[in-house]
């Protein structure tokens, strides 16, 4: 048989672990779709001797030198699940210049500084995969950047967060609480070393920025996608959600648009948003992922699958260095990026969305009138109006959905409500997409 294709391993825990285990389980599969065995030439971790339980492996092989694994000459391919800008940025440029392929589940650096990975894969012939760094297992970077440039893509809309997902589906479910759910992912393997990195909403703004520039053969980088959390979402929204027939999802919307001078743009943003619970996304529970692509002569298109855990994600890595350790075989490489369109991203601000409001207001004449003012000014019309009992005696709860409008109109509106007398407080804000 033909000479081994030798990987570096950059990063041993929950996901490097899932991969030394399915190139040991799967290792005469994987040779013979290959053409050649799968070896590991060495394994980069942060500390030796660290009990690593059964992994099934030769002790010998962990260094704590990293680079100096990925510069030995007997390394073809390195595959990096350490995570974070540096020193993984450093490793990687230096691997794609020597001509080494990469596989990498880092969607923090694709996002951040992805141009530089690219420019260095095309200055080193190297090929550069990253299909775990965005919804895990699910099959989606490729079919984005292979499948489906035949189409052309207008839309993608998905949940792409495992742990946020988890968290609000249980606390939609069982009422569960913010802190014991996160809990609960840490220990499934799901959270970011840094859980803030989910629940703050960065992990789902840089897989955006990863969709976005594939979808639309653009660069977007993490801090171009407006990005919103669910830290604030309370157990009141999610009651309040359920009362309208909808759930609450942290959603990633990447979309193509049009400026005021007729230029084309994208838009990019994550938040958490109310969808009815008829919507396919509002099924999609636990840390399961789910995006929505709308092509114009595909249609639509639903990924679905396991976005976050040490396996899933490592069966994705492991397709990218099958595929990379055959490009290697045959002497080619996969086309480079293509980010030829080079369109500007708009501004949140411009985005047009619904906002559903919840305000405890003064129960007494004229409030109704005072607080649909406001909107009126702001120009945005309201789609819904509902009074209950606020349970004070003098106090009255007031749930109002808008119809579509610039979000700066909607912020706008909700300031304006804020400050107005009559309005004791605003109980809950959140956006409303998917026709509810
Ligand atoms: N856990 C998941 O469900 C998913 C994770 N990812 C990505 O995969 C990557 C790895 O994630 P996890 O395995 O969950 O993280 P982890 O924190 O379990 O593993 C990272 C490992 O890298 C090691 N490390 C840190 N600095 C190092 C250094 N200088 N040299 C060598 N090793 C070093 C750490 O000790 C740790 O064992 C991250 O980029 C993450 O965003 C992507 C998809 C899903
Ligand atoms: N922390 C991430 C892991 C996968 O990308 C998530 O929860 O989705
Ligand atoms: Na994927």
């Known amino acids: 048989m033909t000479s081994p294709v030798r990987l570096a391993l950059l990063g041993c825990g929950t996901v490097g672990s899932d991969v030394v285990r399915l190139l040991h389980e799967q290792s005469a599969d994987l040779a013979a779709r290959i053409g050649a065995p799968l070896e590991i030439a060495g394994i980069a971790v942060r500390r030796l001797g660290r009990d690593r339980g059964d992994l099934p492996v030769d002790p010998a092989l962990f260094t704590t030198d990293a680079l100096g694994l990925i510069k030995r000459d007997d390394v073809d391919v390195v595959v990096e699940v350490v995570g974070g800008i540096e020193p993984a940025r450093g490793w990687l440029v230096e691997a794609l210049r020597a001509g080494k392929s990469v596989v990498t589940a880092n969607k923090a650096l694709l996002a951040e500084d992805g141009a530089t990975l690219h420019d260095a894969a095309a200055e080193g012939g190297a ?235 003064a129960d007494r004449p004229g409030v109704l009138e005072g607080v649909a003012g406001v909107f009126a000014r702001h120009e945005v019309s309201i789609a819904t109006v509902r009074q209950a009992p606020a349970g004070g005696g003098s106090d009255a709860e007031l749930v109002i959905v808008t119809h579509v409008a610039p979000d700066a109109a909607l912020a706008a509106t909700v300031r304006e409500l804020r400050g107005l007398d009559v309005v004791r407080s605003v109980t809950s804000v959140l956006r409303v997409e998917g026709g509810a």
């Open 127 to 361: 090929d550069l995969y990253y299909e775990a760094s965005v919804a895990g297992a699910i099959p989606l970077l490729r079919p984005l950047r292979e499948s489906l440039h035949g189409d052309r893509i207008n839309r993608v809309t998905g949940i792409v967060n495992g742990t946020t997902n988890f968290i609000l589906s249980a606390m939609d479910a069982t009422g569960a609480g913010f802190t014991e759910a996160l809990e609960e992912a840490t220990e499934l393997g799901y959270a970011e070393a840094d859980p803030t990195a989910d629940v703050e909403g960065f992990d789902a703004a840089a897989k955006a920025a990863i969709l976005a520039s594939l979808a639309f053969h653009t660069r977007v980088t993490a801090a171009d996608v407006h990005r919103e959390g669910i830290t604030e979402v309370t157990a009141a929204d999610v009651a309040s959600a359920k009362a309208m027939g909808c759930t609450i999802k942290l959603l990633c919307i990447a979309a193509r648009g049009t400026d005021a001078a007729g230029r084309e743009t994208v838009s990019v943003r994550v938040h958490p948003a109310m969808i009815p619970s008829t919507h396919p996304l509002a099924g999609v529970g636990d840390a399961f992922n789910a995006v929505f692509v709308e092509a114009e002569a595909a249609g639509q298109l639903m990924f679905y699958g396991r976005g976050a855990g040490g396996a899933p994600t490592a069966s994705a890595v492991l397709g990218d260095v099958v595929a990379v350790a055959r490009n290697r075989l045959a002497g080619v490489h996969a086309a480079s990026e293509s980010a030829y369109a080079d369109l500007p991203v708009r501004p949140m601000g411009e985005a047009l969305t619904r906002y559903h409001i919840s305000l405890d207001v």
